[in-house]
């Protein structure tokens, strides 16, 4: 976890003028000379409309190119494309990310998808972090090890492959069966914040799925409670170590191919305690926050974009595994599991935002109920860290993250 010494350089900076990790100062532009630069340019220049006019058409690859350009087919035909950079306030940061199934038309998913934050507060109250604000800084290299089979672009980025288990598998019912094995096109970088290391990385499955997900080891904070708030370590039952929270936000600058048409949608399914489940669609027209439900989750649709059979294209949001920290009235920002705002460039993290005259937090984004013309989604995932005897040093790492599902991007399974 940062220091608050951080936090206050962090807006300094920001105040002065952006700077790239990778040495950059092209005013406001904080990126690593990529084509994803355009998020920040946009940014320095403060109009949505106009930057919008003007990015990509629909379907077209992304424009960035070595060693910023990520061009993976996996085995089974699917094809991922994207850029990375480095930014000085979210850290790793992908755009343009283009999904192709083997054999289909190219379909544009995400314009930019970034850490927000890694708000940390302890059990006790004190103390309570906010680790995001210039973690592109404090970027470590990686060795050939931390990228096995792949490839490090930058010393910071690794891309690789792995395998995910089972794709499918089916039996014709006289004990002859077919499977496949699934494989996960994998972009991953690490960042060194006080005590903590965090693994931050993206899974894009060859059935088009999405993971983004986030690592926490390294060595545990140190801070030491009495019994109600924290778990003996060591020998004897003399140190506590004091439990405390990662909650971990995304921004999804979501694009099905281009800004325009696409919705959020909240599906539910009434009817606990009953034999019957109706399907309830809500959608929201205007920037809004949503809670997890046992049976409740979102999706981005785009009408507009249909795929063989008709239907709507779309990805669906899955975020059941948090653990659903509700902090005090001065973080109203941890009260909602997703938010949905209308793209300003200026709204960068989910707390401690630093842009000059913009909102401070995602519950100030949503507050005046701005009409949604180019949404943009922001999940937040929560784990609460119980310290235990393994986690002496060095520190196991334990993930927490979510799931984007293609939902009717292809009309049969694509692998």
Known sequence: MTVFLRLTLSSALLAAGLTGATGSTAGSTETAGTAGAAEAVRAAAGSAGAARAAQAAPGSQPSCSSPYRIDKTLPNGARWQLCWEMRTIEGLTLTDVTYTPDGGEPTGVLRSTALAQIHVPYDSG?????????????????????????????????????????????????????????TDLVVFAAFQLGWYTYLVEWAFGDDGAITPRIGATGSLSGFTTTPGYGWPIGVGSTKFEESHNHNVFWRLDFDIEGSRGDVVEQYDFAGSGTSKRKLVKTVFDEETKAVNGRMRWWRVVDSGVRNADRHPVSWEINNLASAEYRGPADEAFTRADLYVTDYRACERLASTNPTPGCGKSLDRYVADGKRLTDPVVWVNVGFHHVARDEDADPMPTHWQGFRITPRDVTAKNPS
Do not use: N, W
Request: glycine residues 16%; charged residues 25%.
């Open 126 to 182: 004190e103390p309570r972090f906010h680790d995001i604000g210039t973690i592109g800084d404090d970027a470590i290299a990686l060795k050939s090890a931390d990228c096995p089979g792949g490839e490090r672009r930058s010393q910071f980025v690794c891309v690789t492959t792995r395998a995910r288990g089972h794709g499918y598998m089916k039996s014709d019912g006289e004990g002859v069966s077919t499977s496949v094995q699934g």
